[in-house]
């Protein structure tokens, strides 16, 4: 049974920043990681992914067009552990964010939450003043 366990959530204010992790008991580079986030009421929405070394996309990483260069997806292989370094956060960014994991992804659509193979417990992100 795959574990991912996501954490770092929190409340902080408007503008202000927050890191996420996302640790999991399984080889990183062999997956595509991405985090999503949902918000009451509305549907789980892909905020960006790091794809694994089979990816053929070209592209490394990617976000939602709502991220606009404020959150920043990274990994330590070391650590097996997938951060999204949020900042200059908005209340519309509440929600509860999820890690998920999908083995050997060769495409480059990360959106879909069908497509992964596990999923993480979540974590809350609240900013409010």
């Known amino acids: 049974q795959v574990r991912l366990v996501e954490s770092g959530g929190g409340l902080v204010q408007p503008g202000g920043s927050l890191k996420l992790s996302c640790t999991a008991d399984?080889?990183?580079?062999?997956?595509?990681i991405g985090w999503f986030r949902q918000a009451p009421g509305k549907e789980r929405e892909g905020v960006s992914c790091?794809?694994?070394?089979?990816?053929?996309?070209?592209?490394?990483?990617v976000y939602g067009d709502f991220v606009k260069g404020r959150f920043t997806i990274s990994r330590d292989l070391s650590k097996n552990t997938v951060y999204l370094q949020m900042n200059s956060l908005k209340p519309e960014d509440t929600a509860v964010y999820y890690c998920?994991?999908?083995?050997?992804?060769?495409?480059?659509?990360?959106?879909?939450?069908?497509?992964?193979?596990?999923w993480g417990q979540g974590t809350q992100v609240t900013v409010s003043s």
């Open positions: 998920a994991a999908k083995f050997l992804y060769s495409g480059s659509d990360y959106s879909a939450t069908a497509l992964y193979d596990y």
């Open positions: 399984l080889t990183l580079e062999y997956y595509a």
């Open positions: 790091i794809f694994g070394k089979f990816s053929t996309s070209g592209r490394t990483v």
